[in-house]
């Protein structure tokens, strides 16, 4: 912020900084004002780059030019943030988000119709950081899809050169399974607590770490090829059972993060996960949240029960 002196009066001028990051693989730059937000992105910092050309822009204005249409969607997940999703006449995308459904509206933002290109105006400034997380993390889910790219809800650790990715519904564990790798099996590493990136490149599978994951603050700019995934299913014994390919696709398909009545979206999640399934195993882990149920996992995708 710089303030200038016109005709006597203090004329208050934004200085805007603009950053540019890599997210497994797609290039994205962030431009806002300068100031202390920059300073509690610490998030972004392990993906920063040098300038280049980016798959999608995001840049903080004072005011939206569109007004804001009848909302397509909104999510009413009780402890989520809520989301609204609409189109506005000129066939751009507009969001709504808070950080809870029972909250006032926290940011706004419009995207041009292939989300390469986002404004957003934070209209609660005390919850810049979450408006600008989510919005950043919901368009890249979204721009993205149609890229052999996919957002996930899991958790994911490393072993050995490979990465198991952890699925589920909220409260069923997945967190606390990748706690007993980490804390049963030499070697493993969490990589991502909430939110990894799969992309598949030349058929084959690498799930990255991202800069969004959850209340777990686990930001690695890593990837590894996915040697797994693991649907946590509670249960009063532990043991494995390998899925169909058809039960492979339900297995992943809640988990992804899309806008699934666009139909280009859509498909584009379609074709990566029938890519993702018939070159990656699937499994239900029925489990109880205990060092046994590592290893008894590690023992089925890594082949080895001590993870050595």
């Known amino acids: 912020m710089t303030k200038l002196v016109k005709n006597g009066i203090f004329v208050i001028r934004m200085v805007y900084m603009k950053k540019t990051y890599k997210v497994a693989g797609h290039v994205l730059s962030l431009e806002m004002p300068d100031g202390n937000v920059w300073q509690q992105m610490k998030n972004l910092v392990p993906f920063e780059i040098g300038e280049a050309s980016p798959l999608i822009a995001f840049r903080q204005v004072e005011n939206l030019a569109e007004q804001a249409p009848q909302p397509l969607l909104v999510s009413d997940d009780e402890g989520f943030p809520m989301i609204t999703i609409g189109k506005t006449e000129n066939g751009k995308w507009y969001f709504t988000m808070a950080p809870l459904n029972n909250l006032p509206v926290s940011c706004n933002c419009v995207a041009s119709e292939d989300f390469s290109e986002v404004d957003f105006q934070i209209v609660n400034p005390r919850q810049a950081v979450f408006s600008i997380n989510n919005t950043m993390m919901l368009v890249f889910a979204l721009r993205t899809a149609t890229l052999y790219t996919l957002e996930i809800h899991a958790s994911v650790v490393m072993k050995g050169g490979k990465g198991f990715a952890f699925l589920g519904k909220s409260g069923t564990g997945k967190s606390t399974h990748s706690r007993m790798w980490l804390e049963n099996i030499p070697g493993t590493e969490l ?11 030349d058929g084959v599978a690498r799930i990255y770490g991202s800069p969004w994951s959850g209340k777990t603050p686990c930001y690695k700019n890593a990837s590894v090829e996915l040697g797994a995934v693991v649907r946590i299913v509670r249960a009063l014994s532990n043991f494995t059972e390998k899925l169909s390919l058809t039960q492979s696709y339900a297995c992943l398909f809640p988990s992804v993060s899309a806008y699934r009545p666009d139909r280009k979206i859509a498909d584009g999640v379609h074709n990566t996960i029938v890519a993702l399934v018939t070159s990656v195993p699937c499994y239900n882990m029925h ?22």
């Open 287 to 308: 489990c109880l949240p205990d060092g046994e149920a590592a290893k008894v996992c590690c023992n089925t995708v890594y082949g080895q029960e001590d993870g050595s």
């Open 191 to 201: 990589l991502n607590d909430d939110n990894p990136i799969i992309r598949i490149t």
